[in-house]
């Protein structure tokens, strides 16, 4: 196992394990999906979320950018992680402390029932190392809830902000 993708199930299912959801397994098609759209990244130097055209299904989908080489594997997805500080147990949109759901989007989407599958990879520029995570099923479908029932939240203990910066998508979206 890569030590990408030993730090991407780690971090994934333990979160999982807190909300009592069923663990991920690893995708090596979600996987290759990221690793093309990672590429893109780092050629363009830019965050952006892939466009849904040419895909066979959708996927969901976290980001995330940061200084190249200074962040480990375990950082990059503890930038995801660090938003359970400000997640609500809700219906998407309503996922967040702060008013705007896409500050907690990573995190929804790891901890999300429904998704049973996730790959990862990373490519770099010059300047940035860039994390692209893919999901199936997306989570983070408006309307829905990331687990059934408030009585399964963990407690949340509170922490810091990264300094990088992410991005999470889904494509279920009414």
């Not at 066979?56 to 359970?84: D, I, K, V």
């Not at 049973?116 to 309307?143: E, H, K, Q």
């Not at 990264?162 to 979206?173: D, E, G, H, K």
Request: with cysteine.
């Amino acid at each position: 196992m890569t030590l990408l993708r030993e730090a991407v199930m780690d971090a994934h299912n333990e979160e999982r394990q807190r909300w009592h959801v069923p663990p991920l397994v690893w995708n090596q098609r979600l996987a290759d999906d990221a690793l093309t759209h990672a590429r893109q990244l780092a050629h363009m130097g830019q965050l952006k979320h892939a466009s849904m055209a040419g895909r066979a299904r959708p996927q969901g989908e976290n980001l995330w950018m940061g200084t190249r080489g200074a962040y480990s594997y375990h950082q990059m997805m503890n930038g995801f992680l660090e938003e359970r500080t400000d997640y609500v147990a809700g219906a998407v949109p309503n996922i967040s402390r702060t008013g705007n759901w896409s500050d907690t989007g990573h995190y929804s989407q790891i901890i999300w029932r429904t998704t049973t599958a996730v790959g990862c990879a990373v490519a770099s520029s010059r300047d940035y190392d860039f994390l692209v995570c893919r999901y199936d099923p997306a989570g983070n479908v408006w309307g829905k809830r990331a687990d059934d029932a408030d009585r399964n939240a963990p407690a949340i203990a509170m922490g810091g902000k990264t300094r990088a910066r992410s991005y999470s998508i889904s494509y279920n979206w009414p």
